[in-house]
């Protein structure tokens, strides 16, 4: 069985401060830090007239701050399960709106948000069925023009790559704290988390109505990416 909500909830309400480095961003994903780069980059070029951010997940707030280096000014609502890492995330974003729940329950409106930002966080759905309303959820909510960016883990589709996309995450994790490290992040993944594959990703958003679908970057068990709803 994988963790349930409220289990998922309160490893994160323990875990602040790793979440919390503008400079590394969570350390246990491979190339945070350029992933927080190349999706603020690509937010502001692909939507230079956004008012309002969502940031899913939002954890202490990394995506919320650097997409505020380029698109100053922005009105931000910050969700997460964890009301720590909302609290801590409203303090680095000031005037933050914040709503503590899961995205597959709450309501975010329709056409309300220019730019919506998912980071480490849909790895968490579970079904198909899952998959596909919050992928639906999300075009709802992006006014036209808006655009959508995700960073996350993503399985991989080809069983016979699949253990040494393992194998190489596994030695960038042993190499930053240790294979005791490797081993509680890697407990941590086969208990809590059902990742679905790019590709499967991808061709979701296309069915859900995205377009100008991109791959920013992937790398190992990573990878970035993100579309734009369409402008009428």
């Not at 830090?33 to 007239?49: E, G, M, T």
């Not at 008012?51 to 997460?80: H, M, Q, W, Y």
């Amino acid at each position: 069985m994988k963790s349930t909500v409220d289990e998922i909830r309160a490893r994160f309400d323990a875990d602040v401060e790793r979440f919390s480095n503008l400079e590394t961003g969570q350390s246990a994903t491979v190339d945070a830090p350029l992933a927080l780069d190349l999706i603020s980059h690509a937010a502001a070029a692909s939507c230079p007239q956004a008012r309002r951010l969502l940031d899913v997940g939002c954890g202490a707030g990394n995506f919320s701050l650097k997409i505020l280096e380029r698109l100053p000014g922005l009105e931000v609502t910050l969700v997460d399960l964890s009301l720590p890492m909302l609290t801590r995330a409203q303090e680095r974003v000031p005037g933050a709106r914040v709503l503590q729940g899961d995205i597959r329950a709450l309501d975010l409106g329709e056409a309300t948000f220019d730019v919506i930002v998912a980071a480490a966080v849909l790895h968490h759905l579970r079904t198909d069925a899952e998959w596909r309303a919050v992928f639906a959820k999300f075009h709802r909510a992006l006014a036209p023009g808006g655009s959508l960016w995700i960073f996350d883990l993503v399985e991989t589709e080809l069983p016979a790559l699949r253990e040494m996309m393992w194998q190489r995450y596994g030695q960038y994790l042993e190499g930053l704290k240790g294979p005791e490290y490797r081993e509680h992040v890697f407990a941590y993944i086969a208990q809590e988390d059902t990742p679905r594959s790019l590709t499967f990703q991808l061709e979701l958003l296309r069915q859900t109505g995205f377009a100008g679908i991109e791959v920013l970057h992937k790398h190992s068990c990573f990878a970035a990416f993100g579309a734009v709803k369409h402008a009428g």
